[in-house]
């Protein structure tokens, strides 16, 4: 590109980039972002999101009559972080951690509204934790669901880039795989000057999600002052999770996984920074749900959908046993994922009824929420408020591979041990587990934890609302048909990467920031390399990219 000298080389057109982009848009600097996808890809993995937004204190929060503040949700991010390398790898991430939550607090909602953002107006309720009020989790419902999903949270960074294109100041060069940063002695210091790559085969009429294909026809060298790597995890390099997978903290890694996100997260740039010089940390940390299910109509490789379940369904692991307090559904992601491996298994199994489905069952993905990713208001209320339940969760009952449907429990177990994986299972061993706990039921109280925590939800107006079904029965037959489905293990975020200072600037293993280099988003663990810790309070991962990457677009544009 003779005739575009950048300022700024942004490697990775994600949410991230765009940001980063965005902010050095605004002062007016010049900015190349490479990407490996095509045109059509903008965004990202962002674009398949749900568009949740962790906001602390909000408007619609206080509406709900939820009080919430930064300590709270710094006592909640503390206790699910849980960091322990204070002196080491969490350095960074745990001054991160501060600064999100500040940022959650008194920024992120009015800098998003500026770009024309809006969220609904019911906040829901993820990750309710592992008990305890310093431990994992939310002490509060903080999920805030962008109108329009995924797709607007890209276009509202989207619009302003590609004006800058119009302007002149942006130039992209898609299907530019990056393969090495430039680096240069510079006053005795080693600089990153630029990314040398290949160019791979042109495919404009490729849709957005579907696998491109590696041929290389040429490449590249481009040079600028710095390079901000904003290139995303390593979510569907399943050998580099299986290589990171925390075993001795989590048990073995599951043998069959299934992928939260589409090809192009796949981790190169990680390695690539590294042999530059860049310093790795929590490499052992990820963010996989144990709720996944296979799409019955894939986009990309073994691509999967996540459940974000509400609390009633019963959850089982492989060899039929419920799983322990406070495992329940949408409680604690890290902590279900170690009982479930611990079995030797991999999978696990939900029963429920058809009356929770229809209240309970939310799919991650832009994609399968329509009504809400179309911002089409009547079609959301026919579709949350009608009998039965939201089309494309109806679509994964009739189609999906992990579903079984059926009258009774004898035939719902007939119909899991055609398709487990593991063993086959008893079903009086089942129904002993069910009949115990629909006899609590028959009081207002109850001894059984995830009974009182449905309680509990229900004083939530939100839950009550539209995400948590009144309590019945599962063998009465009050609750309509009933339903198992196979959860398997689903790859979704990393949650360590490349070190950073509150800059965004990339440390080197001495602990100085390495000259020229910057990375945001997923690739730097959302910031610092790992803001999260072990454990995300979810709707954290957009706003780890957006700030992230606003951080590093304006110490840029401080330059
Ligand atoms: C289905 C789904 C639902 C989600 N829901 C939510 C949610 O509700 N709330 C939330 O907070 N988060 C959610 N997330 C997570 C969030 O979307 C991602 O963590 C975030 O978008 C990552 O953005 P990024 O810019 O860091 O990386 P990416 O979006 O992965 O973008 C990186 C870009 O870099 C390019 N690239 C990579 N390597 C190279 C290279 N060597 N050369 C050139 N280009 C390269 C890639 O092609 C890609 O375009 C969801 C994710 C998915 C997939």
Redesign the pocket.
Known sequence: MTDFTPDVIV????????VTTHELVKAGKRVLV????NRN?L????F???????FVDSPEQRRMGIKDSYELALQDWLGSAGFDRLDDEDRWGRRWAEAYVRFATDTKRDYLRELGLRVLPIVGWAERGSGSADGHGNSVPRFHLTWGT?PEVVRVFAEPVLEGERRGLVRFGFR????ELLTEEVGGETHVVGVR?SLLAPDDALERGVRSSREVVGDFEERSAAVVV????I?HNHDLIRANWPTERLGPAPEHLIS???A???G??LG?SESAGARIVNRDRMWAYTEGIHNWDPIWPDHA??IIPGPSSLWFDANGDRLAPPNFPGFDSIGTMKEILATGHDYSWFVLTQRIIEKEFAL???EQNPDITGKDIAVMLKARLAKGAPEPVELFKQRGEDFVVADNLDDLVAGMNKIARGPQLAADHLRRQIEARDRELDNAFSKDLQLMAIANARRSRTDKLIRVAPPHKFLDGSGGQLIAVRLNILT??TLGGLETNLDSQVMRADGTPFPGLYA????AG?GGGGVHGYNAL????????IFS?RAAGLALARR
Request: glycine share 30%.
């Open positions: 490697v990775g057109a994600g949410l991230a980039g765009l490479l990407d490996q996808e890809n965004g990202g993995q962002a398949w999101s749900l568009g949740g937004l962790f995924g530019h795989q990056v393969d790559g904003t290139s995303g995890g979510g939260g996100v589409p192009h997260v796949d190169r740039m690539i959908i996540r991650s993905g832009s979704r975020k945001a988003g997923e690739v959302f979810e709707g954290t991962f957009l706003g780890g990219c990457g």
